[in-house]
């Protein structure tokens, strides 16, 4: 890693994680296998922000710690990238082992459980697929009829009004490091 750390992607441990490491991997790891609109690719980085912020607004009131992992929710993609879901599923079991053994380092290095508790992996998975259905309707090219075929129809006052604007990987990981430092101060 450019931290200078060494992760063994096969069995990782929490002392070789570094924030830093996730917010610049995140920065330059592009969703929608970079077929976006914009003259930047929509990051990793630039979701896991947006679904952070989407989870807040669906769960009022929820804990610092559960915000934390919504924004930490994809982190693993910062070395292992990101695949969409048909590519996913061709690879098979490996890939999901792989990437809980990553996400546990990951949560366990910024001090949550190992495995997230259900209800809030539901709820994060909730804002994740509010999330696709704004990318996926703004800049990758579905119709609002696709997008809600594929992720199912948001509400209406989670969007409206929500802009998402493609940034540099330098702006998208000065936000990334930032919003993490705030929830980890106020875990």
Request: a negative charge; proline letters at 9%; charged letters at 20%.
């Amino acid at each position: 890693m450019l931290s200078g750390r060494r992760l063994d992607l096969l069995d990782p441990t929490p002392v070789d994680i570094e924030v830093e490491d996730i917010a610049h991997g995140l920065a330059f790891v592009a969703r929608w296998n970079g077929q976006t609109l914009g003259d930047w690719p929509y990051s990793v980085a630039e979701h896991s922000l947006l679904v952070e912020e989407l989870f807040g607004e669906m769960n009022p009131g929820v804990a610092a710690r559960w915000r934390l992992a919504a924004l930490l929710h994809d982190a693993p993609e910062y070395v292992i990238g990101d695949m969409i879901s048909p590519v996913k599923a061709a690879v098979g079991p490996g890939y999901g082992a792989l990437d809980a053994r990553l996400a546990a380092a990951v949560h366990i290095r910024f001090g949550l459980p190992a495995e997230i508790p259900p209800e809030i992996r539901k709820a994060i998975k909730a804002a994740d697929r509010v999330s696709a259905w704004l990318e996926a309707t703004q800049i990758a090219g579905f119709t609002r009829a696709e997008a809600d075929r594929f992720f199912g129809r948001p509400p209406g006052p989670l969007v409206a009004g929500r802009q998402i604007s493609p940034r540099p990987p330098v702006e998208v990981r000065a936000a990334y490091l930032a919003r993490h430092a705030i929830l980890l101060a106020a875990c």
